[in-house]
């Protein structure tokens, strides 16, 4: 019944992808630079599909597993989306469905179907900041974190990246003081992000460890988040994504909750 | 338990040993959910639950649950029709004996693009209450839920066709059980119960209830309806509205024949809630008009018509912790007319019952530990029942979730108050699979 805590929030991390590259003089503008990682990261295609699975590791090599497949439609580019998560393990989250509706700037619109109950259940916005389905991922790292939530600095440009500190604009809001990403010049993907705490150590990074080109969008295959203070990390992957797959608004209702659409979610 | 370690079922247990095989996604092929593949799920559970003092009426009154208890389910699709079947078997060591229980068994298909069909035995809810229920006049069971079994048995299952339609600014589903699905109500055996009729607690052989059920004719079948959309009435949050019907009978057989034998009178309803965002919380409200047998309210053996009420709050109040709050009220209509009628009865429900509730979730550790608080509180009954909880899970397969399920109140025959003597202590260790 508490499957609900377990998972928390939205995946979102289905479109971590790019529009088409140029090779182009660097950039200057810090906030530009942030935006057009946004779009890449969370905003490939209209809409988009992929299967996903994680590894949760903690301290102590205690391995758990979670996989589910996620759908995703965009009503505006950077704007509002949809998200459909449909678990497939563990055995007790199994059938349990997830939908969002993200809306940048105001709380989320949050539900989730408990198949033993035949439930719908709304839930609140919760903290963007605590643990997704029991991983290390926090809901912020896969839903996106609002870029007007931080102020950002390019601290550098190297040959390969555009290195960016965000500083909070309300730190009592969130548990980081600043945080340093590392952003793929030519796809504009981040590829490395490290979080520093009040003393500023070092206490938590997100990488990608691998990438792909679908469709014309560069896409995250792999990624891991690593609790640098525990031990602890979560590797995720990606299987099966596509883009631009014609969904409806409609697929993002009540009816997808009780009836997940099979015309999407297989492959 | 004699019975219940004599029928251990071992097959089960075997069934249920995890694949500690690879400490990696290794191999494991992501086509795992191989739709032409039929999987098997399921868990195996050992649950034991103990009453925290005597009850005197019952003859065998130590253990409230006591059962080993697996679950098999599967599904599957031929086309586009899902098919989906969950079955436990458990041996019972409180009621005694090999027991059965088809939980879920259906076909799932769409007749047109906006026109969906579920048949078959299937468990249903709609409604906004948390565990308080208005509109949702689906069966429920209370044995299940009051002896501490995971919170989805307090779902009981019905054999039901449900036709959903979606529309463009709303959606009505129809559901048909050509049988009346009553609740698993207490009757007197693992929990005693207060009868109005000799003023004292009673249970099982003599205070059984046994009640009379309607005729299995089309006419007693039950229709149930619900006209449902969202909308953006309040800010940028979409709002959901529904609006409720049901042609059936009371679940619980709460009239009496003038023979004296319980039965279950009819019952109509008509109803609404609304359900949205509200500052950073989910607000809900709920309402129900109950149209019973007794229209004028004047026969003390068939309920009064009722009108109930719900309002709810739910909010996160830390990182983790999420509490709600619950305030319904039940108004029984034509009361004049039942005073006037009873025969003044010690135990004719206050004109108003008032109940509040409050849930309250933490959970830590990576979300490996949830900690529920769940409580019932009257002020017009002056009675309560609390339903605390904490579930461990050990990794993906393994989690023992402990509880406690405790009944009290000023009065032997209030609505909880009756069950003090039923306050128990439970733990359930699952293996799933």
């Known amino acids: ?145 609002g870029t007007e939530e931080d102020s950002h600095v390019l601290l550098e440009t190297n040959a390969t990246h555009y290195v960016i500190e965000n500083t909070p604009v309300d730190a ?49 295959t792999k990624s891991r988040v690593s609790d640098l203070r525990s031990g602890g990390q979560t590797t995720l992957e990606f299987r099966f994504q596509k883009y631009d797959l014609g969904m409806e608004q409609a697929v993002f209702s009540e009816r997808s909750l009780r009836k997940p659409p099979r015309e999407w979610l297989k492959r | 338990m004699s019975l219940f370690t004599r029928t251990l079922p071992w097959f089960l247990i075997a069934l249920a040993l995890p694949s500690y095989a690879s400490d990696d996604w290794g191999d494991d092929a992501w086509g795992d959910e191989d739709e032409q593949e039929i999987q098997l799920h399921g868990f195996v559970e050992l649950g034991a639950g103990w009453r925290t ?38 041996a019972d060591g409180v009621d005694g004996g090999l027991q059965m229980n088809l939980r879920e068994a259906l076909a799932d298909f769409s007749l047109t693009d906006n026109l969906d069909l579920r048949l078959g035995h299937q468990v249903l809810t709609w409604g906004t209450g948390d565990l308080v229920f208005l509109n949702d006049l689906f069966a429920k069971d209370w044995q299940s839920f009051f002896s501490g079994r995971d919170d989805e048995y307090l779902k009981a299952p019905s054999t039901s066709l449900k036709l959903a339609w979606y529309g463009e600014q709303a959606n009505l589903d129809l559901v048909w059980t050509p049988v009346f699905a009553n609740d698993s109500y207490i009757e007197g055996e693992r929990f005693s119960y207060f009868s109005p009729m000799s003023g004292s607690q009673v249970a099982a052989p003599a205070g059984k209830v046994t009640p009379d059920h309607p005729d299995e004719t089309f006419e007693n079948g039950e229709f149930a309806l619900r006209l449902h959309g969202t909308a953006q009435l309040f800010g940028q949050s979409s709002t959901e509205w529904a609006v409720y019907g049901y042609r059936g ?23 609404a809630s609304l359900r949205t965002n509200i500052a950073s919380g989910i607000g809900h409200s709920e309402i129900a ?9 004047s026969d003390p053996l068939l309920p009064n018509n009722q009108l109930r009420f719900l309002l709810g709050y739910e909010q996160e109040l830390l990182p983790k912790l999420t509490m709600g709050l619950q305030y319904y009220s039940e108004r029984t209509l034509d009361y004049q007319a039942l ?50 909880s904490a579930k461990y899970r050990f990794n993906d ?10 009944f009290g109140g000023e009065q032997a025959h209030t609505f909880f108050g009756q069950f003090e003597d039923a306050s128990n202590l439970y733990a359930r260790l699952r293996w799933s699979y």
């Open chain 1, 1 to 145: 019944m508490r499957k609900f805590n377990l998972i928390k929030a939205l995946l979102a991390v289905v479109s971590l992808s790019t529009a088409g590259t140029l090779q182009a003089a660097d950039l200057q503008d810090a906030d530009a630079i942030v935006e057009r990682a946004n779009l890449v990261s969370y905003y490939a295609g209209d809409d988009g599909r992929s299967e996903a699975r994680m590894l949760i590791k903690d301290a102590q090599g205690r391995e758990q597993k979670r996989q589910f497949t996620i759908l995703r439609r965009d009503r505006s580019e950077g704007g509002e989306q949809d998200f459909l998560v449909v678990f497939s393990r563990p055995a007790d989250v199994r059938n349990t469905v997830f939908l969002v509706s993200k809306k940048p700037g105001n709380d989320d619109d949050r539900w989730l179907y408990l198949p033993g109950l035949d439930l719908v259940k709304r839930i609140s916005a919760g903290d963007k900041r605590t643990s997704f389905v029991g991983s290390h991922y926090f809901y912020e790292d896969v839903s996106g974190r």
């Open chain 2, 339 to 388: 005073a006037a009628n009873d025969g003044n009865s010690l135990y004719r429900p206050d004109e108003n019952r008032e109940l509040w509730t409050m849930r309250l979730t933490y959970s830590a550790m990576q979300d490996n530990l949830i900690l529920s608080w769940f409580s019932f509180y009257s002020p017009t009954d002056q009675d309560y029942y609390h339903r605390p």
């Open chain 2, 397 to 406: 397969e393994l989690s023992l979730t402990v509880g406690g399920n405790i």
């Open chain 2, 249 to 271: 009978f009371w679940k619980q057989p709460n009239a009496v024949s003038v023979q004296g034998r319980a039965y279950f009178s009819r019952l109509n309803s008509l109803g």
């Open chain 1, 172 to 220: 009592s809001s969130v548990e980081f003081s600043k945080y340093i990403a590392w952003i793929n010049k030519d796809t504009f993907l981040p590829e490395k992000i490290e979080y520093q705490d009040d003393n500023g150590a070092l206490y938590r990074r997100v990488e990608v460890l691998a990438s792909a080109d679908v469709q014309g969008h560069i896409t995250v």
């Open chain 2, 289 to 297: 008009w109950y149209n019973g047998a007794d229209d004028a309210g």
């Open chain 2, 53 to 90: 003092s005597d009850d005197r009426v019952l003859a065998d009154d130590d253990m409230t649950l006591g059962e080993l208890r697996g679950r098999i389910e599967s599904e599957t699709y031929l086309g586009d029709t899902r098919y989906s079947g969950k079955f436990d078997l458990y």
